[in-house]
């Protein structure tokens, strides 16, 4: 059963620059990810199973003094029109009590940028719920999820608090599933990003030129809880990106398979790319791997999936230390 999340409130500090909260924000995979057909507001309606994994990136909070400021160790869009900016404007627009104030957002990534692993979208999502919580209001889940789909189509995801989770439509169908699987993973970075919008026009280019899709395998995951294990979801793993992403990038096919000569049992895109994931049995296997595809100059991290929701994800801490938690 999922664990009952701890309440808290986080107060406003009279006095420019200070500390509000230091928050994380985690990654997700997709296990399955099927591309259907493109809606009438130009997104494109999806299938898939995204999980949380304990990649994660860190955000200070400070209270500023005239206007926001966004400083972050790599070069993320900022300006208006960009995610964090909606934010922003879309939080002052749901609680007046911060309408005054003004923000500094410090953020430190990790997760890699257009690598398919959602790190924007988490990052709007912890700060959302940081904000609406700043401001005394728990939301529902309805004006929640109605709230952040208005932001991104994997806000909605990071943003129901739950580790595991079938999303569907545009991404603001949320269905939790329980228990997620426990796994070790192999994050392969291949050094350059994938823009997902030019992911989808390439898809559509693709689909335009083939037979109509088969039936999909809703039966297979609806009946996933009947037998929740890794070798059960490794047998759901698919991704409808791969078909063309591979074909534009080949670079990342002879990864694929260079990840499978080193001991994964399965290797698959997340998103739409340029992540790629490696299952394996042991935590000890994932390191090693890492450690080999690392000597070969390749950015490689070993992770977990996450199977429950770290507390430390709704904790503000006006001193910005770091709480601690499982991360199983």
Known sequence: MQDSIPSFSVNIR???????????????????????????????NIDSLMQLVNLYDEIEIYQSDSHDRIECNLDIPTGPGSMLAVLLETVRALHSSLRDIRFSLRIRKHIPLAGGLGGGSSNVAALLRLFSRMAGVELSQKVLLETSSRIGSDVPFFASEVPFARIRGRGENVIPLLPAPQAHLVLVFPGFGISTAW?????????????????????????????PSVIQIESLIMNDFEKTVFSAYPQLKELKKELFQRGCSRVFLSGSGSTLVGVVREEATAINICRQMKDMGIECQAVQTLTRVPEYLYRGNSEGRKGTCPTR
């Open 14 to 44: 009279k006095g420019k620059n200070a500390r509000i909260a230091t928050i994380r924000s985690y990654a997700k995979i997709n296990w399955f990810l099927r591309i259907g057909s493109q809606r009438d507001d130009g997104y494109h």
């Open 199 to 227: 992911a989808f026009a390439a898809w559509d280019e693709f689909a335009a030129g083939r037979k109509k899709a088969g039936p999909g395998r809703n039966s297979v995951i609806d009946k996933y809880n009947e037998s």
